[in-house]
C-alpha cells in the first residue's frame, strides 16, 4: 500500500511546478469558502472589469489609444450603472413592494382553487386531502410572513452595505481597468519562473473565461429583455420583476428555467385564471426558453469546452454551496478549469501540451 501511495505521488506530484499550482488551487478554494463574502465587491469587480475589457481591446483596434479607450469605456460602465440604480432598481423594488401587498389576495384566491377540487372532483380529492393541503398551504404562508418580517428588521445594515458597494464598485472597475497590466505582472511575479504548466492551463481557459462570462452576461440581457417585452405586449403583472428572474435563471443551467417557470405561470394564473391569455403567454415564455437552449447558447457558447450535463448540475451544486451566487454563475468554467488543469496536469514528470 505504503509502495502505491508513494508510486502515485512521484507520478503526479514529481514535477515542482504541479505541487506549487496544487497548492494555489486549494488556496484560492479556502479564500472562496471563508472570505468570499467579504471580497464580494472585489470579485465582483473582476468579474466587470473583464466584461468590459473586450470593449476597451476593441477600442483600441480602431486605432483609439489605450487611455482614451478605458476612459470611454468606464464612462459607458458609468451610465449603464446610473441608468440601472435611477431606473431598473426602483421599477423592481416598487413591483417587489406591490407582490408582497397582494399575497393575502393570492393566498385567498389558492384556498378556492383548493376547496373548488373536492366539489368538482368528489371522487379522486376528499376532504381530507383539501383539509391537508390547506394546512400545509396556511402554515408556508405563516414561514413565509416571519421571513418578511426579519428581512425587514435586517434591511438597514443591508442598505448600507449595498451603498458601500455602490461606491466601491466604480472604484475598483476602474483600477482594474486602469492597472490591469501592473496588477497581472505583479501577481505573476509571485508564481515560479519556469511555469510551463501554468502557461499550457492559462492559454485555454483566458479563452474561455472570455467567451463564458461575456456570453452568459449578453445572454441574460437578451433572455431578459425579450421575456419582458413579451410579458409587456400581454399585460402580465410584475413584469419587470418576472424578467428579471428569467434573466438570471439562464445562469443555473437546466435547473433555473424550470424553477422560475413556477412564479411566471402562478402570477399568471392569479390574473387571469385557465384563460387564453394564460395558455398564450405560456406558449410564447416556452419560445423564448425553446430558442435561448436551442439557439441561443449554441451561438453564444461555441468556444466552451462541453461537459457533461450530470457534471454541470454536479458542479453548480458544489461551487453555489461554497460560493452562493457566485459560485453559480462560476460554475461551468471552474469546472471546465478542473478538466483543463486534469488533462494537462504533468504525468510522470512530463507536461501534457
Known amino acids: 500500500m505504503l509502495r502505491f501511495v508513494t508510486s502515485w505521488f512521484h507520478k503526479y506530484f514529481s514535477d515542482e511546478e504541479a505541487v506549487v499550482l496544487f497548492f494555489i488551487l486549494i488556496a484560492g478554494l479556502l479564500v472562496i469558502m471563508f472570505f468570499g463574502q467579504m471580497l464580494a465587491p472585489v470579485l465582483a469587480s473582476i468579474v466587470i472589469a473583464y466584461i468590459l475589457q473586450g470593449l476597451v481591446y476593441k477600442l ?25 440604480i435611477l431606473g431598473l432598481f426602483p421599477l423592481i423594488w416598487g413591483q417587489v413592494s406591490a407582490l408582497v401587498k397582494e399575497f393575502p389576495r393570492m393566498f385567498e384566491g389558492l384556498q378556492a382553487s383548493v376547496l373548488s377540487l373536492h366539489d368538482r372532483y368528489p371522487q379522486i380529492v376528499s376532504e381530507t386531502i383539501v383539509n391537508q393541503l390547506l394546512d400545509q398551504i396556511s402554515a408556508e404562508v405563516g414561514k413565509y410572513g416571519q421571513t418578511v418580517l426579519s428581512f425587514s428588521l435586517k434591511s438597514i445594515p443591508n442598505v448600507i452595505a449595498v451603498l458601500i458597494y455602490a461606491v466601491l464598485l466604480p472604484i475598483l472597475v476602474f483600477f482594474f481597468l486602469k492597472d490591469r497590466k501592473l496588477i497581472v505582472s ?3 511575479a509571485l508564481l ?11 492559454v485555454e481557459m483566458n479563452a474561455q473565461f472570455a467567451n463564458y462570462i461575456r456570453g452568459k452576461s449578453l445572454e441574460i440581457l437578451i433572455v431578459g429583455g425579450a421575456t419582458y417585452i413579451a410579458f409587456v405586449i400581454f399585460g402580465l403583472n410584475y413584469a419587470a420583476l418576472l424578467a428579471l428572474l428569467v434573466g438570471l435563471s439562464v445562469v443555473i443551467p437546466y435547473i433555473g428555467a424550470a424553477v422560475v417557470t413556477i412564479p411566471v405561470a402562478m402570477i399568471a394564473y392569479f390574473q387571469w385564471g385557465w384563460e387564453s391569455e394564460f395558455v398564450y403567454l405560456m406558449l410564447v415564455y416556452g419560445v423564448i426558453q425553446a430558442l435561448d437552449g436551442n439557439v441561443l447558447v449554441p451561438l453564444l457558447f461555441s468556444e466552451v469546452v462541453d461537459l457533461h450535463p450530470v457534471l454541470i448540475i454536479v458542479a453548480v451544486l458544489f461551487f453555489g454551496g461554497v460560493w452562493g451566487f457566485w459560485g453559480v454563475f462560476f460554475a461551468i468554467p471552474l469546472a471546465t478549469l478542473l478538466k483543463a488543469v486534469l488533462m494537462a496536469w504533468p504525468r510522470g514528470g512530463a507536461v501534457a501540451t
Open 60 to 84: 483600441m483596434r480602431l486605432k483609439v489609444p489605450e487611455s482614451v479607450a478605458i476612459g470611454l469605456t468606464f464612462v459607458f460602465f458609468m451610465g449603464l450603472l446610473v441608468v440601472s
Open 192 to 202: 515560479p519562473s519556469d511555469r510551463k504548466l501554468m502557461k499550457v492551463i492559462w
Open 186 to 188: 505583479g501577481l505573476t
